[in-house]
């Protein structure tokens, strides 16, 4: 124990995902050697994306406004909808700048071990938006571990019938040696091998 | 190599370090603390070789609460785990009996490892199969306390049912793999008919559906390979129920030494074998029998406590005593 306040905020620091007690120290005497308008430059910046930032009524990305710039821009084709987990897969997904139809952000993906039902998550909306018309492709990139795919089993399922359902494929990183990659990965790129 | 010494003096000890930096983990135990020497801060385990005829060097060290740090020709790797696909161990100690006489769960945990090491690109599936069997009952009990509806059930349903089927498969190939080699090295050990038997049963979503409702009462899923049983038989007899400990012994080792051929066979190279404390319980004619079983283009490192329970060339007797090692 050094101080009451140093303990607060090592404890505020552990509940950050990925950050355990040695790393919340670290961070915390961090912060206070830092100049008191550093430090406050990030207190600040918590407040304020706390205040300004909120999820996109649509898709459920995060936004300053109601709706997000992406729903928004008349540029992007309406027909396709990319469900992601998680905001920062839109980014991912942007960055390939081949993508220009809308998005989905479930919010995280289904664990009953966890207690995440699909009502839990922004499927509801999902099925809403297919149910408004308009939408020819649903593209499923939620992650490729198993909740992610009985993620994207249980939506595909409900809406079977009602558009097409498209799933991205598994393959290597670009880029890399393939003497690098891991035996799950190059096998399972191998399985989806394509005639050339 | 031959390592030899008096009870206690180290043997043991030194068998698991060289599976420790070859591996990346101790056979013995998950706990990293135990692997430090009483009244040291750390661990450090560094080991030189040649692999296909290119140096092989990898250094691992250990601190309490920072868990362990490999480097592999100098290259630090994400994790100490990844070292277990460079080179593959087997190990044989007295306790790996429970593979033979232990529970279902022993097999389906030894041969799951086989399986992975055997077809490294599904070496995920037990994992993924476990963790979706896991989800699965997770959702059972929650639809048994009316916290969801069945079809929220569904998606783990049809999980289970593909990683299962996938897994079943996987594991028949494994076992059809080992099987005949298993058979060789039995019968050479003096076990005659050694013979493997898997039948998995595949989870299929109409299986698991039939019988939904039990499942939910009892909140577990009641059909898939992880109820699965391996048999280990010499002829018919189940040695399981029915062997003596020394025919539990010659089928584990029988085992070890079947899947260190295949191995060679798939990787172009032979694996490090590890055996401890094999050679007191085998009279001379298996000692015998053992060293002209041991795979070729490998490298084995066996324990015992009398030097004379093998006859090895100078160079290849290592004498421990006291927890030191010298070429004897
Ligand atoms: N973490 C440890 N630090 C120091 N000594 C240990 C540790 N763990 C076990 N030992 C000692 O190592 C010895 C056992 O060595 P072992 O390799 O099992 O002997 P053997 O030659 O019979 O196989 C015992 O004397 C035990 O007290
Ligand atoms: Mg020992
Ligand atoms: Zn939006």
Redesign the interface.
């Known amino acids: 124990m050094i101080s009451p306040s140093v303990d607060n905020l090592v404890a505020q620091l552990t509940r950050l995902p990925g950050v355990g007690t040695?790393t919340a120290h670290r961070l915390a005497f961090h912060l206070l050697q830092r100049s008191t308008p550093e430090a406050n430059a990030l207190a600040d910046a918590i407040r304020e994306v706390k205040e300004r930032v909120r999820f996109c009524q649509v898709c459920g990305n995060l936004t300053e406004q109601e709706v997000c710039g992406i729903c928004q821009d008349p540029r992007r084709d309406r027909s396709v909808i990319c469900v992601v987990e998680q905001p920062v897969d839109v980014v991912s997904v942007e960055r390939t700048a081949e993508y220009r139809g809308l998005y989905h952000v479930l919010g995280g993906s289904?664990?009953?071990?966890d207690?995440i039902?699909?009502g839990d998550l922004r499927i509801g909306e999902l099925f809403q938006r297919v149910q408004d018309g308009g939408v020819t492709e649903v593209v499923l990139a939620t992650n490729p571990n198993?909740?992610g795919?009985?993620?994207a089993?249980?939506i595909a399922?409900k809406l079977r019938g009602r558009t097409r359902v498209t799933r991205l494929a598994s393959g290597l990183p670009v880029g890399g040696d393939l003497e690098y990659a891991?035996?799950?990965t190059?096998?399972?790129a191998?399985l989806g091998r394509r005639e050339m | 190599m031959l390592a030899v010494g008096p009870n206690g003096a180290g043997k043991t000890n030194l068998l698991e370090a060289v599976h420790l930096a070859t591996q990346g983990f101790s056979p013995r135990t998950r706990a990293d603390a135990e692997l430090v020497r009483f009244g040291t801060a750390g661990a450090r385990v560094a080991v030189q070789g040649t692999r296909h005829g290119t140096p092989f060097e990898v250094e691992l060290t250990i601190r309490p609460g920072e868990g362990k740090r490999a480097k592999l020709n100098g290259a630090a790797l994400r994790t100490a785990e990844q070292l277990r696909a460079e080179l593959p161990a087997l190990v044989f100690t007295p306790d790996r009996l429970v593979v033979v006489k232990g529970s279902p769960a022993a097999r389906r945990a030894y041969f799951d490892r086989a399986l992975a090491r055997l077809l490294p690109s599904r070496s995920s599936l037990p994992v993924e199969y476990a963790a979706a069997v896991g989800q699965r009952n997770a959702a059972l009990r929650r639809v048994a306390a009316r916290l969801s509806d069945s079809e929220a059930l569904a998606p783990w349903t049809a999980q289970v049912a593909e990683l299962g089927a996938a897994l079943v498969t996987a594991r028949e190939e494994a076992i059809a793999i080992l099987a005949p080699a298993f058979a060789v090295k039995a019968a050479a050990l003096g076990l005659p008919e050694g013979r493997l038997d898997y039948t998995g049963k595949v989870p299929t979503v109409e299986a698991l559906e039939a019988r939904l409702q039990r499942d939910i009462d009892r909140g577990i899923t009641g059909l898939g390979p992880h109820l699965d049983d391996v048999g280990i038989r010499s002829g018919d007899r189940d040695l399981r129920s029915y062997g003596s400990q020394g025919e539990q012994r010659l089928a584990v080792l029988s085992l070890v030494l079947a899947e260190a051929d295949c191995l060679a066979e798939r990787r172009g190279g032979g694996p490090l074998l590890l055996l401890d404390d094999v050679l007191s319980e085998l009279d001379r004619t298996r000692r015998e029998a053992l060293v002209q079983l041991l795979p070729a283009n490998g490298q084995t490192l066996m324990t015992s406590t009398a030097a004379d329970a093998l006859a090895v060339e100078p160079g290849q007797l290592l004498v421990v005593s006291h927890g030191r090692v010298r070429v004897g």
């Open positions: 040695r289904l664990s009953p071990l207690g039902e699909p198993m909740t795919e009985a993620t089993n249980y399922d891991d035996e799950v190059l096998g399972r191998l």
